[in-house]
């Protein structure tokens, strides 16, 4: 079966400094992969989506990024972190059904 | 991004009533639709999906599509305290994006 792993759970980071969140899929190939973003309180914002090795698609200009190194590996990234970067990030993976199921999640908090 | 709009709630339904959660969207080439369930700190899980027109039916959970109206409802039978969180609303566009609602808040009292 296919199961999705993301870390760190838990970080608190300084504002202005980097940030690297990595998500790995296991049991398929090829798969969609996302980003999501969930400030307190709110819904989920696409921040990124790549449906293969290389490329990638952004939703919401930001200073983050995103690469996919690996065909079933996903790392979200920031050089310089804001406040406004805080919250519950969510990685992401499209079964053949064309279905999406989430990671455990990454807590940030930027202070 | 494109819109995905949720009363916020909180939705209060005593135990074993049926609690409805609306769901509109925007964009109307819309063409997948989902009902995640979300835990206080816990990453959403799949409910249940509905692509065409009409009712979907899955145990105690139905989902209604409406393309016409642009609209997705879920309907939760004999609701349990269980069933107490937040649920999203997602639309899925070109089988590659999926766009979220902010959820609504399902309170369910014994």
């Known amino acids: 079966s296919q199961t999705i792993h993301q870390w760190p759970a838990t970080l608190v980071q300084p504002v202005g400094s980097p940030l690297s969140l990595e998500c790995t899929v296991e049991?398929?190939?090829?798969?969609?992969l996302y980003w999501y973003r969930q400030a307190a309180g709110r819904g989920l914002q696409l921040l990124f989506y790549?449906?293969?090795?290389?490329?990638i698609s952004s939703e919401v200009p930001q200073n983050l990024s995103a690469s996919r190194p690996q065909d079933r590996q996903f790392i979200l990234s920031s050089k310089k972190l804001l406040l406004s970067d805080s919250g519950f990030y969510l990685c992401?993976?499209?079964?053949?059904?064309?279905?999406?199921?989430f990671g455990e999640g990454s807590w940030l908090t930027v202070v | 991004q494109k819109e995905v709009e949720q009363n916020s709630g909180p939705l209060s339904v005593p135990e074993g009533a049926i609690a409805s959660l609306n769901c509109t969207y925007s964009?109307?080439?819309?063409?997948?639709f989902f009902w995640y369930r979300q835990y206080s700190g816990k990453s959403p899980e799949l409910i249940m999906f509905?692509?065409?027109?009409g009712d979907k039916e899955d145990g105690r959970f139905t989902a209604q599509l409406n393309k016409a109206s642009q609209y997705v409802s879920l309907l939760i039978r004999d609701s349990q305290p269980s069933d107490s969180a937040t649920y999203l609303c997602a639309v899925g566009q070109d089988f590659n994006k999926f766009y979220f609602g902010s959820g609504t808040k399902l309170n369910v009292k014994p």
């Open positions: 049991g398929t190939s090829n798969p969609n």
């Open positions: 964009d109307r080439g819309s063409q997948s």
């Open positions: 509905i692509y065409s027109n």
């Open positions: 992401a993976w499209m079964n053949s059904g064309n279905t999406i199921y």
């Open positions: 790549s449906v293969g090795i290389g490329q």
